[in-house]
Nanobody, 111 residues
């Protein structure tokens, strides 16, 4: 069964940066698209960014120009570089592929 483990969350001030990582196991990582989602308190889970097996990327309008998704197939890892963070980016961030979710990592943007 596919396993996804996220890391890299934390508390950061507005305007700051964080890089999230998601390590996948028990999967032929290089052939699958990967995605990052987030869920804020009281809100539905929403798409943040996706990356195809060939490296094509897609972003939600709310993060476009501030977040960058990337992947390292040699390390079975997908990253989410988050810059110019805003308080409204506060959420639990989840990694996803093939209907499998990680446990999530908390990102809090606050002064």
């Amino acid at each position: 069964q596919v396993q996804l483990v996220e890391s890299g969350g934390g508390l950061v001030q507005p305007g700051g940066s964080l890089r999230l990582s998601c390590v996948a196991s028990r999967i032929m990582f290089r052939i699958y698209a990967m995605g990052w989602y987030r869920q804020a308190p009281g809100k539905q889970r929403e798409l943040v960014a996706t990356i195809t097996s060939r490296g094509y990327t897609n972003y939600s309008d709310s993060v476009k120009g501030r977040f960058t998704i990337s992947r390292d197939n040699a390390k079975n890892t997908v990253y989410l570089q988050m810059d110019s963070l805003k308080p409204e980016d506060t959420a639990v961030y989840y990694c996803n592929t093939q209907s499998t979710w990680g446990q999530g990592t908390q990102v809090t943007v606050s002064s």
